[in-house]
């Protein structure tokens, strides 16, 4: 079955720019009224991963949420809730609210902020590689009548990308979130989780930002890289194909994508999607680096425990920047982060390289670093990659 992805080039994030390029990015699909109908209770779900100003790209704009509470209203929509759940709250919910953008473009548009952390919850039964589990999501997602999912084109140094499926996993509240970087270690099996729940949860509409985007050290304090373009689908695996496609990205070397084809969700390949809207080559960006797929997750288990001293990627604190606030190490799902006078500390032994500790620093004073050993994979790696790009060109 093929599956229809929109892009839509957009230069700025001037509201009435941003809002006409909405509206043309789901003219394909049938616009907003396809989706919403009079008297719908929408749910809008961002991206607020950090407490940070738009222009860092760490979180969906502002003008995107602006943009699409008015369309859902202009379809007849009686009521739109904005919300998302970053991994952990320091403060008050409104300092994120406020900081984003979020609260004032969602007032501007008549819809109402929903904090998520206080929310009613429901248990979602996922079975994930054989193994049975349950999470708990705010239950507002079951109760609308239809939810939207507005995600961030932002690299990843887990899953390499955070896109439109790993948006799901802000349905998830708060502190639970880290549990199961826990629960699930290893990418494939957090990429087989975070797929699972966005499978059972029911989001109908996938918008992606990367007007801005975000890349190299992603997700909170990768670099700001335009972009340019918003991308729509019902599906959001085909969200993510069209992401690769813009940024020249092989999705078969994402750990999400990948699962996704083995159990058969969403295209396979790209000759299952049909882009419309704007012409794909005026789409292609250049120079978005993308965080290696880390080699240590290929290798069998056995062979892993014996050299698992030698290879590996963690996090390294910039000492400098560092204040001391605790935020890492409250987060830190492995308890692998203790904090001195020096400032954080990282133990190898226990740590499981999820980069949660990365994300919720304030100050970006953590960064992802590679053993020796792992580092000249990775150069090797790239060396190969670059040589048959020239070959192919
Ligand atoms: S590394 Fe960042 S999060 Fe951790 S204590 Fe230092 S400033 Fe706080
Ligand atoms: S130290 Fe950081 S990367 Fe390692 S387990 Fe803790 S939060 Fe995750």
């Not at 957009?10 to 008297?39: D, R």
């Not at 994120?96 to 979020?102: P, R, S």
């Not at 058969?264 to 390949?269: E, I, L, Y």
Request: one cysteine or more; hydrophobic letters at 40%.
């Amino acid at each position: 079955m093929v599956t229809k992805v929109s892009l839509q080039k957009c230069e700025s994030y001037e509201l009435n720019e941003v809002a006409a390029a909405v509206k043309k990015l789901l003219e394909p699909l049938g616009g907003m009224s396809a989706f919403v109908k009079h008297g719908y209770k929408v749910l809008v779900k961002p991206n607020m991963l950090s407490c940070k100003e738009p222009e860092r790209a760490a979180t969906t704009h502002p003008s995107v949420i602006e943009a699409v509470v008015r369309e859902c209203f202009e379809a007849g929509a009686s009521e739109v809730w904005v919300g998302d759940s970053p991994p952990a709250i320091f403060g008050r919910t409104e300092d994120f609210w406020n900081k984003t953008g979020f609260a004032k473009a969602t007032e501007a548009a008549g819809g109402k902020m929903l904090c998520f952390e206080k929310a009613e919850k429901a248990n979602v039964d996922l079975n994930v590689l054989g193994k049975d589990t349950s999470a708990s999501v705010i239950k507002t997602v079951f109760d609308a009548d239809l939810v939207i999912s507005l995600s961030k084109m932002k690299t990843h140094n887990l899953t390499r990308i955070t896109g439109a499926v790993k948006n799901h996993f802000g349905f998830i509240p708060g502190f639970a979130k880290a549990l199961f970087h826990k629960k699930f270690t290893k990418v494939h099996e957090f990429s087989a989780f975070v797929t699972e729940l966005a499978r059972t949860l029911p989001v109908k509409l996938h918008i992606m930002d990367g007007i801005e985007a975000m890349d190299l050290q992603g997700p909170a304090s990768g670099r700001v890289k335009k972009n340019n373009i918003l991308i729509a689908s019902e599906n959001p695996v085909a969200v993510d194909f069209g992401f690769c496609k813009v940024v020249k990205l092989n999705p078969k070397s994402v750990p999400i994508m990948k699962y996704c084809k083995s159990i058969g969700w969403g295209p396979s390949s790209f000759d299952d999607i049909e882009f419309v809207g704007t012409k794909v080559e005026d789409c292609i960006v250049n120079g978005y680096i993308v965080p290696p797929a880390p080699p240590v997750y290929l290798i069998p288990d056995f062979v892993l425990e014996l050299i698992r001293k030698m290879i590996w990627t963690g996090p390294n604190l910039k000492p400098n920047k560092c204040v001391k606030c605790g935020r890492c190490k409250n987060i830190c799902p492995a308890k692998a982060i203790e904090v001195r006078d020096m400032g954080a500390s990282f133990d190898r032994e226990k740590c499981i390289s999820c980069f949660c500790c990365m994300e919720v620093c304030p100050v970006e004073a953590i960064e992802m670093k590679a053993s020796p050993l792992m580092s000249i994979i990775l150069k090797l790696r790239n060396v190969k990659r670059v040589l048959s790009r020239n070959k192919n060109e």
